[in-house]
C-alpha cells in the first residue's frame, strides 16, 4: 500500500499495467482514472466493480482504492489538488458548487459518468489530451488545461444529479451549511441528532426542525432518510456488498429497519430493487 503525492496543480499520466495496484487513504489529490483498454476489477472503499474501456472513476483523498488487472490495461491518469480547482474559470458560485461536488463524490461509487451523451464525449477530450501532451507546440498547456477543465465539469454534471437535491437558491448560509453538515456525516447517525445539530448550529430543538423545513420544503428526517436511500441504492447497484453491510454501513439499525425505510421510499426491498436493475 502506497501515499501519493503530486507537487504541480494537475499531473496527466497514460501507461499499460500489468499487475495489480494498491493505494491507500492519504492521497493529496483527486484522481480521475479512465479505462483505456483491458479488464479487471477496481476496488474504492470495499466497493467492487468490474472495469472495461470506457469506464472513468474519480477518486478523492477519502478514498482507498486498488486495481486487480485481469488483462493488461492501458489507464489514462489525471491527478489534480484543490489549487487547481481555487484557480480555475470557474466562478465564485460555480466554484463552491465543484468543490462541494468532489468532496461528496466518494458517496457514489462505480463508473461515474451516467449520461450515454457524456460517456461519448469523454474518449475524444481524453485523446485530445494525450495529443497535446506529448506531442507539445504553441499554445499547447492552455489547450490542455482547458481540454481538463471540460472533463472535470463533465464528472461535477454526472456526480451532481446523483447527489441529493440542494436547498433552494433563497436559502440562507447556515441552511447550506447545515445541509454540507448532514451529507459529510451521513455515516455517523450520531451526530445527526437534533440535539447534536442545535448545538452544532445554535438553533434551538424546538426550532431545527421548522427551520429546516422552510429552507427545505421537507422535513429534516425525511431529508435524511431520502440521502440514505440515494447511497443505499447505489450501494446495491454497483457493489457487492449484502444488504445487511449497506444497512450497518449508512446507520439503519438492522437489515429490517432498511427494508422497512426503503420499501416506504422505492415501493420495494432492497433485495428485489438489486435484482431488477441486475436483470
Not at 88 to 117: D, M, V, W
Not at 210 to 232: C, V, W
Amino acid at each position: 500500500m502506497t501515499k501519493n503525492n503530486i507537487y504541480l496543480p494537475y499531473e496527466v499520466v497514460f501507461k499499460e499495467i500489468n499487475e495489480s495496484l494498491h493505494t491507500e487513504v492519504g492521497n493529496n489529490f483527486f484522481e480521475l482514472l479512465y479505462i483505456v483498454s483491458g479488464t479487471g476489477v477496481q476496488t474504492i472503499n470495499e466497493n467492487r466493480l468490474s472495469y472495461q474501456p470506457g469506464h472513468l472513476f474519480l477518486i478523492t483523498p477519502q478514498d482507498s482504492h486498488s486495481l486487480e488487472i485481469k488483462s493488461p490495461t492501458i489507464i489514462f491518469q489525471l491527478r489534480f489538488t484543490d489549487i487547481y480547482i481555487k484557480n480555475g474559470p470557474f466562478t465564485s458560485n460555480n466554484l463552491y458548487k465543484l468543490e462541494y461536488i468532489l468532496q461528496h463524490a466518494h458517496h457514489q461509487p462505480g463508473c461515474i459518468l451516467k449520461r450515454i451523451t457524456d460517456k461519448n464525449l469523454v474518449h475524444p477530450v481524453i485523446e485530445a489530451i494525450r495529443h497535446e501532451y506529448y506531442n507539445p507546440t504553441l499554445y499547447n498547456t492552455e489547450l490542455i488545461q482547458l481540454l481538463i477543465n471540460t472533463l472535470i465539469v463533465i464528472i461535477a454534471r454526472n456526480i451532481s444529479e446523483y447527489l441529493p437535491e440542494n436547498i433552494n437558491k433563497q436559502s440562507d448560509a447556515k441552511a447550506n451549511t447545515l445541509l454540507e453538515y448532514i451529507q459529510t456525516h451521513i455515516y455517523e447517525p450520531e451526530k445527526l441528532s437534533v440535539t447534536v445539530m442545535s448545538e452544532k448550529f445554535g438553533i434551538s430543538e424546538t426550532y431545527l426542525g421548522r427551520y429546516f423545513k422552510k429552507q427545505a420544503n421537507e422535513t429534516l428526517q425525511d431529508y435524511i432518510s431520502k440521502y440514505r436511500i440515494k447511497l443505499a441504492e447505489n450501494r446495491l447497484l454497483y457493489s457487492d456488498l449484502r444488504v445487511g453491510e449497506i444497512a450497518n454501513e449508512l446507520g439503519f439499525n438492522d437489515e429490517s429497519h432498511l427494508n422497512k425505510i426503503f420499501k416506504k421510499h422505492r415501493g420495494t426491498t432492497p433485495s428485489a430493487f438489486r435484482k431488477n436493475k441486475v436483470n
